[in-house]
């Protein structure tokens, strides 16, 4: 494996910035599925690109998925497999005119950024910066997030497969690909060919090297609209609903302390992600995140009690609540079929990393996978700080999940009974 770093390196690192200076950035308010133009124009480039590393069965499809299949090695006899990542970038934080900067070299200490003096990544922010000194670091330059999140796993599933072009002598099983569109507004397998994928998968979008996560949030989302009833404010008493006000509020009620600035490990939380209104209509949205299904029907009912409480209070208010349960826990199906978590661990331990088990706060194209009958945990991809602009990645890193890659692939290729 050692005699590719060099060629793994030079590949995963020009595939890098040659994929974050694409404007992905997903659109939460557009109904085309992808959401927006950039995440096509990445796609097309991923289809070439998957042609030219000798792969079949390579489209892009009208709907922007990216689908490739390499063909198991000669007696390889087990069943096909899965990596997948996506194309999008988090809305968060602006992702055109991406300026990807290379810190070779990093001796330690405070990073800086050309286009924002003031932004800084400390040690204290990201303290795997400790471990990569002497590494390249990778940001962008202050004005935008970096896009590793998760350019990254698509570069390393890409070197990976370039490897296998390289080395005739590497065993793998089939390898079917798959680039998703939307993964950051939670549309990633919403329209994705499930019988064009492996029996078993693998997203590679987790964060720090070694990581492997078969467990993650339990995922609902609740929309409201108020609607009131305005009136000159200087004639308004026993008559104004002001819509805004009301639902500010009623906002001001969830619980402080389970919020994710509150929150960690396995607590879970009421995230507010959006308020907009004036004194005729007001709209906001909270996402609810728990490793417990029954913790956050708990928060929907505790909505649901204010709601009726609030309709009371306000005799003529309009509330409007919907309700909507966006990923399930993936850990429900993966203790089914430990064998695929198994064998990344064991994957990663074979690089000489340490495998760190971990459960994810948040959600993968895994999660939904899994729950669609292609059981599918999250590998590393190797970046920190993601939806920010202090975005980061170590090249390093990037060479070990493609390792990681590779020798999952060699496992999986030994495997005969799953």
Not at 73 to 88: E, L, R
Not at 276 to 294: C, M, T
Not at 310 to 334: D, K
Not at 366 to 380: D, H, S
């Amino acid at each position: 494996m050692n005699r590719f770093k060099e060629f793994i390196e030079k590949d995963v690192l020009e595939r890098f910035l040659r994929y974050v200076v694409v404007d992905t950035t997903a659109d939460e308010e557009s109904s085309s599925c992808p959401s927006t133009k950039g995440q096509l124009e990445l796609a097309r480039l991923l289809e070439k690109e998957l042609k030219e590393l000798g792969l079949s069965q390579v489209e892009c499809d009208s709907c922007g998925y990216v689908y490739g299949t390499l063909t198991a090695s000669q007696g390889v006899k087990s069943p096909p497999i899965t990596f997948c990542a996506h194309m999008d970038t988090s809305p968060s934080e602006p992702g055109k005119d991406v300026r990807p900067l290379l810190h070779k070299d990093y001796s330690g200490g405070e990073i800086t950024f050309p286009d924002d003096p003031g932004l800084k990544i400390t040690p204290q922010d990201s303290p795997a910066l400790e471990g990569y000194k002497g590494d390249t670091i990778i940001t962008a330059s202050g004005k935008t997030l970096l896009g590793a999140d998760d350019k990254a796993g698509i570069a390393e599933i890409m070197t990976a497969l370039a490897c296998f072009r390289k080395d005739k002598e590497a065993k793998h099983p089939e390898l079917r690909i798959v680039f998703t569109p939307d993964e950051e507004i939670g549309r990633g397998t919403g329209k994705i060919d499930i019988e064009r994928l492996g029996k078993y998968g693998y997203t590679m979008d987790g964060s720090q090297a070694g990581e492997i996560e078969d467990e993650c949030f339990d995922a609902w989302k609740t929309e409201f609209i108020f609607t009131g009833a305005n009136v000159h404010p200087g004639f308004a008493k026993g008559k104004m609903l002001n819509a805004a006000e009301i639902a500010a509020r009623f906002i001001s009620q969830v619980p402080e302390q389970e919020t994710p600035a509150h929150t960690e490990k396995r607590e879970g939380f009421f995230h507010l992600t959006g308020f907009s209104g004036e004194e005729n209509r007001a709209r906001f949205a909270f996402i609810l995140r728990d490793f417990e299904e029954e913790e956050n029907k708990g928060r929907i009912a505790y909505l649901e009690q204010m709601k009726e409480a609030f309709e009371v209070r306000y005799p003529g208010l309009g509330i409007e609540m919907t309700v909507t349960h966006q990923y399930q826990n993936m850990l429900r199906i993966l203790e089914q079929h430990p064998r695929v978590t198994e064998l990344a661990v064991k994957a990663v331990k074979n690089t000489g990393l340490t495998p760190l088990k971990a459960a994810i706060r948040g959600g993968t194209d895994g999660a939904r996978l899994c729950y669609k009958g292609v059981p599918t945990p999250n590998i590393f991809a190797g970046g920190h700080l993601f939806h920010s602009k202090k975005e980061w990645i170590a090249l390093g890193a990037m060479v070990k999940a493609v390792e990681t890659i590779r020798e999952l692939s060699r496992l999986w290729a030994e495997e005969t009974e799953v």
